[in-house]
């Protein structure tokens, strides 16, 4: 990867004596959707609303493309586009009059980028509606509209697929993943949907108490075991147990009458496989048992619940 469009640098935050934030330093790349994962109160929202500079650094720095918030905030953030929290608007306007009032502030944006942005977020038939009317599935697609209008380099998203339908919760993944790979967009994601995290992030952050547990991959985080859970299908469960844990020195084995699961090494896979066929065993299925970013996330947490 190229240098980092963000940066974070020992960042911390204290309130009163309470450190919420403590010595946080991670990047985050252009061209890459950045999931941001932690318990109820693990800071997340906090962390969010510093590098927007919604929120004072009580340690350390915090840049966008080599300008730090603290001393050049005007120049960091015109980079970024950003929904934190609930997307506010003008319920007594309509959403176009919203995307238009908010395009004044903002020098170059057209009637017709309007239109364009509209489009994108599948708003084109109720855009002149009243914004009291909006569910909230279609204000957090304005919210999106106005976060993409100045055409960001930097997106961040706090629950962007809040209120939507399934439908729209993968409209809304598939042109996240679009405006990175394809417009090299770097988006920050904060979600309790972990399933959709998955299909959408390319890396995760996940913090704890105010602490970064670690930044990985979405593969290498998941699948970052040196032992896999592995399901054997075979005609004789009771007696393919036996041997399984004679040949592994195990003490107990979970299994139904077609089906032992095990935690086991890569390497003693085979191992395993020819001691069962040796006894006359029938083996008719070895299935690895996939682990989801919602199992590692409540391992590593400790089972905390996320927001």
Known sequence: MNQPVIKLEHVSKTIGKKTIIDDLSFDIYGGEVFGFLGPNGAGKTTTIRMIVGLMKLSKGNITIHGHSIKTQYKDAIKHVGAIVENPEMY????????????????????????????????????????????????????????????????????????????????????????????????????????SEMELMCDRIGIIQQGKLVGVETVRDFVQSDETMQVQFTVDQPSKASQIIMETLSLRHIK?????????????????????????????????????????????????????
Do not use: W
């Open 255 to 307: 299994h139904n009458e077609t089906i032992i699961e095990l935690k086991i090494k890569r390497d003693d896979i085979p191992l395993v496989c020819e001691s069962l066929v040796h006894a006359g065993i029938k083996l008719y299925a070895i299935t690895s048992v996939a682990k989801t970013l919602e199992d590692k996330f409540l391992e590593v947490t400790g089972g905390s619940g996320i927001a």
């Open 91 to 194: 319920k007594y306007l309509s959403g176009y009059q919203n995307l238009i009032h908010y395009g004044r502030m903002i020098s170059g944006i057209t009637k017709e980028r309007i239109m364009e942005i509209v489009e994108v977020v599948g708003l084109a038939e109720r855009i002149h509606d009243k914004v009291k009317r909006y569910s909230l599935g279609m204000r957090q697609r304005l919210g999106l509209a106005q976060g993409l209008l100045h055409k960001p380099s930097v997106l961040i998203l706090d629950e962007p697929t809040n209120g939507l339908d399934p439908a729209g919760i993968r409209e809304i993944r598939h042109y996240i993943r679009k405006l990175a790979q394809e417009e090299g967009i770097a988006v920050i994601v904060s979600s309790h949907l972990l």
